[in-house]
């Protein structure tokens, strides 16, 4: 079972930028990654995929100011976020896109107005 850890989150005023990053303790060259996040009192939704060939996908809330990418070589995942808003403000976790492995404890965003 591969382990996930995340990291790069804080605190960041409103249009600032972070760059979040998704270690995995084995490969995950293969998979489908993504990287989600959970306000409190809210689901936990998708927010950007790649897939291994590189291809990727934003929700409409974070699309133009967020980037997912990925190392294989280095069994990572990084979410750069740009132009941040209140409303990003979330624990944020990275996954496979289906068939997911254990959650890691995830990294705050906290974006103050």
């Known amino acids: 079972q591969v382990q996930l850890v995340e990291s790069g989150g804080g605190l960041v005023q409103a249009g600032g930028s972070l760059r979040l990053s998704c270690a995995a303790s084995?490969?995950?060259?293969?998979?489908?990654m993504g990287w989600y996040r959970q306000a409190p009192g809210n689901q936990r939704e998708l927010v950007a995929t790649?897939?291994?060939?590189?291809?990727?996908g934003y929700a409409d809330s974070v699309r133009g100011r967020f980037t997912i990418s990925r190392d294989n070589a280095k069994n990572m995942v990084y979410l750069q976020m740009n132009g941040l808003k209140p409303e990003d403000t979330a624990i944020y976790y990275c996954?496979?896109?289906?068939?997911?492995?254990?959650w890691g404890q995830g990294t705050q965003v906290t974006v103050s107005s």
């Open positions: 790649i897939h291994r060939g590189g291809n990727t």
């Open positions: 084995s490969s995950i060259s293969r998979d489908a």
């Open positions: 996954n496979r896109v289906s068939g997911y492995y254990n």
